[in-house]
């Protein structure tokens, strides 16, 4: 699981450095949960599923400020495949004050600091992005 968040964090770093319009990832519900997250926050721009059932892939169009300078200019994973970070709303801080998230796998799907802060539901701090 946390294997996806790490290629999904290196990707979008990389094709954002490389000033790529679109990158596409392998078709899981939870990745595709995590980027429409993003996508809703403005990191990203849309998201579309391409591909027949049993291969399908998310595409991801990437998103540029004015002068193309891309959205997302830094991200720290905090769960990895080795080490797991679970932790209540309350340890769920602003990120940046504010102009970041803090991304959060909880049993009401991936949620958001502030969406986690304002449900009161704890579970694995996934990454933050700014």
Known sequence: MNHGISQIINN???AN???????TFGFSKFRKSILDKLSDLGFIGSVKITGNAP?????VELAYDGDNKPRISGVQQLSKYSRRVYGSYREAHQVKNGYGALLVSTPKGVLTDKEVRTQKIGGEFLFKIW
């Not at 450095?17 to 990158?23: F, L, S």
Request: glycine share 6%; charged share 35%.
């Open 12 to 14: 979008l770093k990389t």
């Open 17 to 23: 450095i490389a000033g790529k319009e679109k990158t």
């Open 55 to 59: 291969i399908q892939y998310i595409e």
